[in-house]
């Protein structure tokens, strides 16, 4: 087990938190510990303080067991409790370590938990081939062996196919209901995150959302690039538009690349 990085990220306050949890962590499974990996908008370089949580991979050798479950769910709600707003920002998944390399639907069963809530065991089916292409290309080791090693290439095509299951489902369920759009902030996370979609679609990998706006503003041409602009902004029924927009694209055939 290498040592742990002192200052992963750029905010002081997010390495404290990390700091905590490694500690505590490490207290609780010992041995059963095999890393610790950062992954998210933290790695891509697009967190937003106050608005972007802190995705975190712990890697296991088994899955916990009951009582080291229940320990991590108090770590859990104490860092929540001590240090806010970040405490609850966290969103873990405790991996075994023979689920790391490669996603399969037969084993992805394994704990996580979510800003704060309770830690639970679930079946990790969206998002898997993504969570591992962010975690090889863009993760940054904590604590353990180089995060590359452990994972193999992801195709582009399988990220493709993944982007489009998760797309969607997600935007399907905004077109039908958009009232989510109307809460503040919302709004310019979906369109960035169309945008990122979209780049994935074109070119097999992901990138951080600037990166994807930038690209998006040029390929998607003038009809989006105010909104893209402003994407912060509160424009529910442009924003709407674009959903309906992407949705086609996505109800298309599974593409190898998605041109503009």
């Not at 750029?10 to 905590?20: D, Q, S, T």
């Not at 689920?99 to 394994?110: T, V, W």
């Amino acid at each position: 087990m290498t040592m742990p990085v002192a200052n992963p990220t750029p905010y002081a306050e997010v390495n404290v938190v990390l700091g905590e949890l490694l500690a505590g962590v490490q207290r609780i499974l010992g041995a059963d510990l095999r890393g610790m990996y950062l992954y998210g908008s933290l790695a891509l370089g697009d967190f937003t303080p106050h608005r972007s949580d802190i995705d975190v991979v712990v890697v296991t050798a088994e899955a916990p067991e009951d009582d080291q479950a229940a320990a991590l769910q108090v770590l859990h709600s104490d860092l929540a409790a001590r240090y806010v707003p970040w405490g609850a920002e966290l969103e873990v998944t405790y991996m075994p370590q023979r689920a790391l390399r490669r996603y399969d639907p037969a084993h992805a069963r394994y704990p996580s938990i979510q800003r704060g809530e309770t830690l639970v065991v679930e079946q990790h089916d969206s998002g898997g081939i993504i969570q591992r292409h962010v975690l090889r290309e863009h993760g940054i080791t904590l604590v353990g062996p180089p995060i590359r090693e452990q994972i193999d290439p992801i195709d582009p095509d399988d990220l493709r196919r993944d982007v489009l299951a998760i797309g969607r489902e997600w935007l399907a369920a905004l077109h039908a209901d958009p009232r989510p759009l109307r809460h503040q902030g919302y709004q310019g996370y979906v369109v960035m995150t169309i945008c990122r979609m979209l780049y994935t679609l074109q070119f097999g990998t992901v990138v951080s959302k600037p990166t994807a706006c930038r690209w998006a503003r040029e390929a998607l041409g003038p009809r989006w690039a105010p909104l893209i602009d402003r994407a912060l902004a509160e424009d529910l029924e442009e924003t709407r538009d674009l959903i309906a927009y992407t949705l086609d694209r996505l109800q298309a055939d599974d593409p190898p690349g998605a041109g503009p």
